[in-house]
């Protein structure tokens, strides 16, 4: 059961996570009076979430027949990570050209301090490091469009960026690729700071398309 008081967005992270891991299978039917017994909310917010599922192509919204979790091609997500990348090579190069220093100097405190969070598996807590450590980068770009625009396409993507630190030694790893692209925005290396972006989201679409797999097993109990 989930605490009273459960948020839209609480909602849309436990389902697109469950449809991620594979404990809710393409096909299957959300049942709004379900969802909303499970989440203890009436059946607007789950409306609501549902609609955001849609949106992010997790969930299939069917005329007079509810919602199903949609099928996620590998083909598919492939695609959504490429521009991703593209996305944040841009970002990241931006960033190296354009970041106040106090924002340079910042970015390097809280890679540094998240080196614990890997020390200790503390895979909840580096997520939501690793969420920050992006925006950073967007907003570090200083163009609008291009923070709305990769933000947009990042919260498509939310659900398997979190999955993948469930795989073994992914925490690390994200560390280490990490810390090659804050080296090149330190030292105003902009070309370095896009191909490490590039390169960095490249593997996590990689250590992702196990999620989008047919024949994918749950991974482990995300709610």
Excluded at 58 to 85: C, K, Y
């Amino acid at each position: 059961m989930v605490r009273s008081g459960t948020t839209v967005d609480q909602m849309v992270r436990v389902i697109a996570d469950r449809i991620v891991t594979g404990y809710l299978r393409p096909g299957e039917r959300l049942d709004e009076g379900s969802l909303a017994a499970r989440f203890e909310v009436s059946r607007t917010p789950v409306r609501e979430a549902l609609g955001h599922l849609s949106a992010m192509g997790l969930v299939e919204r069917r005329p007079n027949r509810g919602a199903i979790v949609a099928v996620i091609t590998q083909e598919h997500l492939a695609s959504m990570f490429e521009s991703m990348a593209e996305l944040e090579a841009i970002c990241a190069r931006f960033s190296a050209e354009r970041m106040t220093s106090a924002e340079r100097r910042s970015l390097e405190m809280e890679h540094q301090a998240s080196a614990r969070l890997v020390q200790i598996g503390a895979e909840e807590a580096y997520e939501y490091f690793n969420t920050e450590f992006h925006n950073r980068l967007y907003r570090g770009a200083h163009n609008t469009h291009i923070h709305d625009l990769t933000v947009a396409t990042r919260s498509r993507l939310a659900p398997f960026r979190r999955a993948q630190f469930m795989l073994p030694g992914r925490l690390a790893k994200s560390w280490q690729e990490h810390d090659v692209i804050v080296t090149a925005i330190m030292r105003g290396d902009a070309a370095a700071a896009g191909k490490a972006a590039w390169d960095h989201v490249s593997i996590v679409s990689e250590a992702s398309a196990m999620f989008a797999a047919d024949d994918r097993r749950p991974v482990q109990d995300v709610a």
